[in-house]
């Protein structure tokens, strides 16, 4: 009797306890495609006034004013895109709902808008 208790203890803790990963993992896959973040995207830097072009490629490559970032995904979500550049830096693309709606680079501690998009 007391083996029978405690088999059923251990098959009840490992069934709640592979639940609880199982449920863990469905929370941290994003809602949407990483294609949502590809695109062509115009934001100006307050500083200088000059007007950049940031294009997310379908596979998820970067490129700035028509050179290629060296950068790898580090992460992606519903609402972020997050890079990591040759340095170190971060580099996270924002987004709503909609589409995404900012570009922010850690090496500048700024946060970049974008003003429109060229799809």
Do not use: C
């Amino acid at each position: 009797m007391k083996a029978r208790r405690l088999a059923l203890f251990g098959v009840s803790l490992f069934a709640g306890l592979t639940s609880g990963r199982q449920l863990k993992r469905t929370k941290e896959q994003p809602d949407q495609s990483p294609l949502f973040f590809s695109g062509t995207w115009v934001f100006e830097d307050p500083r200088t006034l000059h007007r950049h072009v940031l294009v997310v490629s379908p596979n998820l490559d970067l490129a700035l004013d028509d050179q290629p970032v060296r950068a790898s995904v580090k992460e992606v979500t519903a609402n972020q895109l997050v890079y990591t550049d040759q340095y170190g830096y971060e580099l996270k693309i924002q987004a709503d709902d909609q589409q995404p709606r900012s570009f922010f680079d850690e090496a500048d501690d700024q946060t970049y808008y974008f003003l429109t998009s060229i799809n």
